[in-house]
């Protein structure tokens, strides 16, 4: 069974403060995605890595994919209200179209 | 361009009941999935359609069926609800390899 854990579940900061979202599992993934989730919405996407190693920045986020691509890390630089949500990270399973999610991360920013 | 929509947004239901809840793709898109995700938790994938087939199906009971239509619309059917089946479901559309797109959910509430 394929699974991705995510790590920490809760994340409460304040404003200005960085920020690290890990994403870990014992499988192989052609790709990994993450997403961001806002309370009554559908989850969003942010990114898709794809090759080992990769590094994909996306304004103040920084997404890795790790060399074996088993793992991924999401990196938030002087963290805003407005990046409070639910944070997903999400691969398909095999060759399929099934996506897999970690359990998520709730971040929570404080002005 | 109209993106993934669901209806309906709020549903409230008893134990024991039947519901129906609808996905529209968004355009150009011929795969449709469906989620369900428990509060604060990763969605879990209940099954996907494609060409009016289910092509995959993830770990729900027969309870759970689904249908989709010419226009590439779908319907997701819970029979015999239980208190257990409280949760966002989420449909998603896609085509080909590319990423799905997550319509902002059917909220169902099971009394």
């Known amino acids: 069974t394929q699974l991705l854990e995510q790590s920490p579940q809760f994340l409460s900061i304040q404003e200005g403060e960085n920020l690290t979202v890990y994403c870990n599992s014992s499988s192989v993934f052609s790709s990994l995605q993450w997403y961001r989730q806002e309370p009554g919405e559908g989850p969003v996407l942010l990114v898709t890595v794809v090759t080992g190693g990769e590094v994909k920045k996306l304004k103040r986020l920084t997404f890795q994919f790790g060399d074996a691509r088993k793992d991924s890390s999401l990196h938030i630089t002087a963290a805003q209200p407005g990046d409070t949500g639910l944070y997903l990270c999400a691969a398909p399973s095999s060759n399929t179209g099934k996506l897999i999610f970690g359990q998520g991360t709730t971040l929570q920013v404080k002005p | 361009d109209a993106g993934v929509t669901q209806s309906p947004t709020h549903l409230i239901k008893t134990r024991g009941q039947q519901v129906t809840l609808r996905c529209s793709p968004k355009?150009?898109?011929?795969?449709v999935s469906w989620y369900q995700q428990a509060l604060g938790q990763g969605p879990q994938f209940i099954f996907q359609y494609y060409e009016e087939e289910e092509r995959q199906r993830g770990n729900f009971p027969d309870r759970f069926s689904g249908h989709q239509f010419p226009n590439y619309s779908s319907e997701l059917n819970v029979n015999a609800l239980l208190l257990g089946d409280s949760a966002l479901y989420l449909c998603?559309?896609?085509?080909?390899?590319?990423?799905?797109?997550f319509g902002d959910g059917t909220r169902l509430s099971i009394l």
């Open positions: 355009s150009g898109h011929d795969t």
């Open positions: 998603a559309s896609s085509s080909g390899y590319q990423p799905q797109h």
